[in-house]
């Protein structure tokens, strides 16, 4: 084998793969699929044209010149179809214009393999190319070409004058590179040829390396057709590689044909064997200069992605506060990409949105919903970047990408990566164009993709860990408040209790007298009245002592089987009086059937009488009072509520009896919520409230290893919730 079927086979070989990565990544992309079809019609060329060159009966011959010249017909169509859906536009079938095109490339290659038409025969002589005889069909064939060649430039340059920016780019690329290797290509086996002169048609393939050359160098430089493979470096070594292999090659080859002229064959030997050592030594310290030319010409930045990588993740492992974590983050970041401006969004679940907790340079803080069109486009996207230019060229935009492509210019920035750990968007990563004015290189959108993955999770562990620590503080708080109000109730028990015994002695004396004063007083007796008060007010006084005694005595409940549903009925029995004349309706929600649960009833009554007795007093001019029950199941050691009885796992659950008491009245504002569970505190004024109702009812639920909650907004009303564990 010579070196012109070894060039062509390598050729070849290079296109399929290069055509199978091309082909791959096409995910049901037109623009994709054409260049896939083009790049594997040379390699079609090339195995063709070395399959040619090397059969020597006049029959294969033949036969192989037809197939040989079958390929051009597919690369200029497909070329052409290809300017149509060129840079990321869907394909639209039309059937005057593109039925045209296919019907004359399926023509013409009718006519290449059809006897006496593009080729009439084939002379072959011994060490001398084959010269190939054309039919009456090679005329058109010469049209034909040129022709599609022509219009599909025509389409590029039209195209790339109403281009900007990256996409205008990336057609200059195509546009130069095809351009080239085309008019090279239609020298040697279009041109030549005509003439009788077949000495050069080899050629012809291996001057598509110029066109894949250009365009590998716009794939990993500039995006084009949006391959990002990881491959694609090792793309760009492979393109250059092979670009220098060859022309090591055929320099070798025209100096063998020197030495053959002036030595004989001999000479050619010589050379040729000379020239493989040559290159067997050479050829670590070739890849080696070739990869650093390569990154030189295709990676030129100011950074280095693996000291970049590598700078990130020492930073980052090495703190725990979050907000260091993103302070260095962001400064990394913004440092190696040259960034004008950048943000960080976490998410907020209380909030229900993504809060920018970390930025430089932005104008718009407004946090991010999660009904927000970005949020709801990167979840679309799963995982994808948000490339500015990508969107404003997409032909075919998912749902709503126009109001993103407006969102980000509000915000002028250019690109926008999500954070995910595990499948959860977690964060998002807004970044502004750089100070230079250039964009984001496929080099820079692999290396924040590798960034975004990298942090989501350290990010995500250092607000968990914050959020922890969150709840541990307010957990804190609350057992200390908790503490001080037992503190309290304890300090006020044993006060109640001496205080108590020390008031009935001298109160039951002072009943008593006013009774038998009473008994004697004739109902005309102008101080009857005064006696009557003293005996009022005694009365008044003992009912004090007694909620004093109850309150400090802090006696076990006497528990028994009890449908609370029950109890609530009772209670209400005795105030429905009271809520009629006082324009309240009584709203009652009971669920049933309801779990027995062991309380003590007569305290539950009274914890449900000063509810009741509250929600009256903040309706004066009447209101609706709504008591209701419920069953509560809430994860062991989560606190978190979950579904219906039938989902559950008794093992894992807890079940709760709630009764909520929820009015409309005034309300109370957060000073007073504070304080309501105090002993002696109120806000109804001397006369009418003792300010021990709400402490009692508290140290009742408490015992009963329940809790009360409460919720109130001025002018709207309160709502009280009791729970209690159902045993």
């Known amino acids: 084998m010579d070196f012109k079927n070894a060039l062509n086979i390598l050729v070849a070989l290079f296109n399929i793969v290069f055509g199978m990565i091309v082909f791959l990544r096409a995910q049901k992309r037109s623009v994709h699929l054409y260049f896939s079809f ?6 079609l060329w090339a195995l063709s044209m070395a399959s040619f060159r090397f059969v020597d009966t006049p029959q294969s011959v033949l036969i192989w010149a037809r ?5 051009p017909i597919l690369i200029v169509t497909m070329f052409l179809i290809f300017t149509y859906v060129f840079p990321n536009k869907m394909m639209t079938f039309n059937l005057k214009i593109h039925g045209s095109i296919y019907g004359v490339g399926v023509l013409m290659v009718f006519l290449t393999f059809l006897p006496h038409g593009v080729i009439e025969t084939v002379r072959v002589e011994p060490g001398q190319e084959h010269q190939i005889v054309f039919g009456p069909g090679y005329l058109l064939y010469t049209l034909m070409i040129p022709a599609y060649f022509i219009w599909a430039f025509f389409r590029l340059y039209r195209k790339q004058q109403y281009a900007s920016g990256l996409k205008k780019t990336q057609i200059q690329f195509v546009l130069s590179g095809t351009f080239v290797s085309a008019n090279l290509g239609l020298i040697t086996n279009l041109t030549l040829p005509t003439f009788g002169i077949f000495s050069l048609n080899w050629c012809g393939p291996v001057f598509t390396l110029i066109m894949v050359t250009t365009i590998g160098y716009a794939i990993v430089r500039h995006r084009l057709m949006d391959i990002r493979s990881p491959l694609s470096k090792n793309l760009a070594y492979a393109i250059f590689l092979i670009a220098a292999v060859s022309l090591y090659c055929i320099s070798l080859f025209l100096i063998a044909k020197n030495f053959e002229y002036s030595r004989g064959e001999r000479g050619e030997l010589a050379v040729i064997l000379i020239g493989s050592i040559v290159l067997g030594m050479g050829f670590d310290p070739a890849k080696r200069l070739i990869e650093k030319g390569t990154d030189r010409i295709f990676y030129k930045k100011n950074y280095d992605p693996q000291q970049l990588l590598t700078e990130l993740n020492r930073k980052i492992h090495s703190i725990v506060d979050l907000n260091k974590i993103l302070q260095s983050v962001q400064m990394i970041i913004m440092d190696h990409f040259d960034l004008e401006r950048m943000g960080i969004f976490l998410i907020d679940e209380k909030q229900g949105q993504y809060s920018l907790r970390m930025h430089k340079g932005l104008e718009d803080l407004t946090p991010l919903s999660f009904k927000n ?5 990167l979840e679309q996207r799963n995982r994808t970047l948000l490339v500015y230019e990508n969107l404003l060229d997409s032909n075919h935009p998912l749902p709503r990408d126009e109001a993103v492509i407006e969102e980000m210019e509000k915000r002028k920035i250019s690109l926008i990566s999500p954070l995910y750990s ?13 100070t230079s004015g250039g964009y984001f290189t496929g080099l ?3 290396i924040i993709e590798i960034i975004s993955a990298q942090t989501a999770t350290t990010l995500e562990n250092a607000r968990l860990y914050q959020l922890v620590e969150s709840q541990m503080n307010e957990f804190k708080k609350t057992q200390v408040q908790q503490l001080t109000q037992a503190a309290k109730l304890s300090s006020i028990g044993e006060l109640a209790t001496s205080v108590a015994h020390e008031i009935n002695n001298p109160l039951t004396g002072i009943l008593g007298f006013a009774s038998l004063l009473l008994k004697d007083m004739d109902d005309t007796d102008p101080k009857k009245r005064d006696v009557r008060v003293i005996e009022s007010e005694a009365l008044r006084t003992r009912t004090i002592v007694r909620s004093l005694l109850d309150f400090a005595r802090q006696r076990e409940p006497k528990r028994e089987p009890t449908n609370i549903n029950e109890v609530l009925k009772s209670t209400l029995v005795l105030v429905r009086h009271q809520a009629q004349i006082s324009n309240i309706e009584l709203i009652e929600q009971y669920k049933d059937p309801l ?50 009885e039938e989902d559950l796992n008794e093992k894992k659950v807890s079940q709760f009896l709630e009764m909520t008491c929820s009015d409309n009245g005034t309300g109370m504002t957060p000073e007073v919520m504070a304080h309501i569970f105090e002993p002696f505190y109120t806000t109804k004024g001397e006369k009418l409230g003792t300010g021990l109702g709400l402490p ?8 009963h290893g329940g809790q009360i909650e409460v919720q109130s907004t001025p002018g709207r009303g309160t709502t009280f919730k009791i729970k209690l564990p159902v045993s």
Not at 67 to 71: D, F, K, T
Not at 599 to 614: A, E, G, P, T, W
């Open 696 to 703: 009692v009812s508290y140290g009742i639920i408490e015992r």
């Open 38 to 43: 083009i790049v594997f019609g040379i390699a």
């Open 595 to 644: 779990p027995m649960i062991s309380v003590d009833v007569d305290q539950m009554k009274q914890v449900f009488i000063n509810l009741i007795k509250n929600a009256f007093d903040s309706m004066p001019n009447g209101g609706k009072l709504y008591i209701k029950t419920n069953v509560l199941y809430v994860r062991r050691g989560i606190g978190e509520k979950i579904g219906e």
């Open 444 to 446: 820079d959108l692999q």
């Open 67 to 71: 197939i040989l010249y079958a390929p």
């Open 422 to 434: 595990e499948e959860k968007l977690i964060g998002i990563y807004f970044f502004g164009p750089k």
């Open 373 to 377: 069109l970005i949020v709801e486009n």
